[in-house]
Structures are given as C-alpha cells and as structure tokens.
C-alpha cells in the first residue's frame, strides 16, 4: 500500500471516531436538556344541571317500590315550594344539604354555582333544631315506630309500638335519610309526608318533612355520606353561629336494621 493510500485510509478513520464522539456528545447533551412541557388542555366548565321536568309530571302519581303514591294537586301548591334548580345561595361546596328554617327551603348543592331547592315543613314550636350533622343511612319505606316519649303523649300511638307497617299514609312516607353527629343518631330525619299541603309550615315533631316525590328524588341524590346544616336563615350570622348540641324530639324508634349505611 503507497504512502498517500495509508494517509487518506487514517483521515478516513479519525473523521469517523470524531464524527461519532461528536454525535454522542450530542446525545448526551440532549438527555440533559430540559424540554417544553405541554400545557394542560383547560378544564371543561361544570355542564349545566338538567332540567327537572314540568310540574305536572314531578309530581304526577306513581307506583314506587309496589306502593301507589297518589297525585299532587299543584294548583293548590306554592310556586316557589315546587322543586326547582336555582341560584346556589349557600356558597357551600356541591353535594352539601342546607335548610334554610326561615324560608322552608332545603337546597342541594350543586356543581356550577346551581342548587336543587325543595320546599319543607320543619318543627313546631319548641321542636325546632338548628345545627350541623351527615347523612349516614337511608332507608325507602321505612317502617315508622314511634319512640316512647311520643306513645306517651299520644297514647293512640301505642298499637304503633312494634311499627307501623310502610305506605303512603306512614309518618315518615316514601324516604328517610337519618343524620348522625359524631357517629350518634340526632333522632332528627329527612323524611317523606303524605300531609303535602304541611309544607311551607312548622308542622313536624322536629324532622325535615317532604313531598314524597320529592324526597324520592332528594334519596336518589344523596349516595354518600353528606353534610346538613340546618340555619335559622341564610345570613353570614346564622352561617356563622355555634353549632346546637340539642337533639330534636324523636320521631321513631331509631335507625331500622335493615337501613343502608354510607359510606
């Protein structure tokens, strides 16, 4: 081999580890190298509550769970006790109950500044409760027993000891979501009426009273553990005030057996 085919064949070889320790260097430099990270696509704005349907059909008569729950004769109700999504005016987070005892509204708060508003009959006068607790077992068509305190002001209640068989005449009707503060029932319900023309009044023995079609659709909401407030009103005062540690008069017995826990 000549001198020059020797010299190129060496030139040849050093570009080639020079050209390849050069493209490792680049390599090692990209690895290095902090890239771009993209930008995470703008969360979706909360879709907006469904509607609720026309009157007429929220309330029209029924066949739930193989019970017949009569008519609600809507001309004869309230308009602004009619369920309806509103304006949250709470300010608490979605999923949150809060009865505001003033107006006879209960609210369900919802995603997108919404709220459920559903029209109740609370406690008479000396019944009454203000406070805060959870939803922690429903039950549909309970059966109602009324506690002893209760036989014993109405002695009529006594072939009620052992429980009033369920139905649309029951004290409790259709649904009853049972709350608890710190792991003790309050003895205070959510709970179905079939005495629909109570709502909008201070009529109950303490409880939070429904239509039972709408404490149908309140049940069907509430899968979970939920937090309940009940206020005097919706001022920042009332929002603001101590808790109550007074439990309201019991209205049956205590949470059936077969009631569902949540969780």
């Known amino acids: ?39 995470p696509p703008p969360v979706a704005a909360a879709p907006p509550e469904p509607a609720l349907g026309d009157v007429a059909t929220m309330y029209a008569a029924r066949t739930d769970e193989g019970f017949q729950l009569p008519a609600i004769p ?32 209960l609210y369900l708060v919802r995603d997108g500044g919404k709220a459920i508003r559903y029209g109740v009959s609370l406690g008479k006068a000396g019944f009454g409760w203000t406070g805060s607790a959870v939803v922690q077992a429903r039950k549909k068509w309970p059966v ?3 506690p002893p305190e ?22 409790l009707g259709a649904r009853a979501l049972y709350l608890f503060r710190d792991g003790k029932d309050t003895m205070y319900r959510l709970h179905g009426t079939p005495e629909w023309d109570s709502i909008g009044k201070n009529a109950s023995s303490g409880c939070v009273r429904f239509i039972n079609q709408d404490i149908i659709d309140l049940y069907s909401r509430v899968n979970g553990v939920a937090p309940v407030f009940v206020r005097a009103n919706l001022s920042a005062a009332a929002k603001n005030s101590a808790v109550s540690n007074r439990t309201a008069e019991p209205i049956d017995a205590g949470v059936p057996k077969d009631a569902e826990m949540l969780k």
């Open 144 to 146: 109602w027993t009324p």
């Open 1 to 39: 081999m000549s001198d020059i085919s020797l010299f190129s064949e060496r030139l040849s070889r050093r570009a080639f580890l020079g050209a390849s320790a050069l493209s490792a260097a680049s390599l090692a430099l990209s690895a290095c190298t902090t890239t771009d990270v993209a930008t």
């Open 150 to 171: 209760m036989i014993q002001r109405r002695p009529e209640l006594a072939k009620f000891k052992d429980g009033m068989p369920p139905g649309p005449q029951s004290p």
């Open 74 to 105: 809507v001309a004869k109700l309230d308009p602004k006790f009619v369920r309806q999504i509103v304006d949250d005016p709470t300010g608490e987070k979605p999923g949150t109950i809060v009865v505001d005892a003033s107006q006879h509204f």
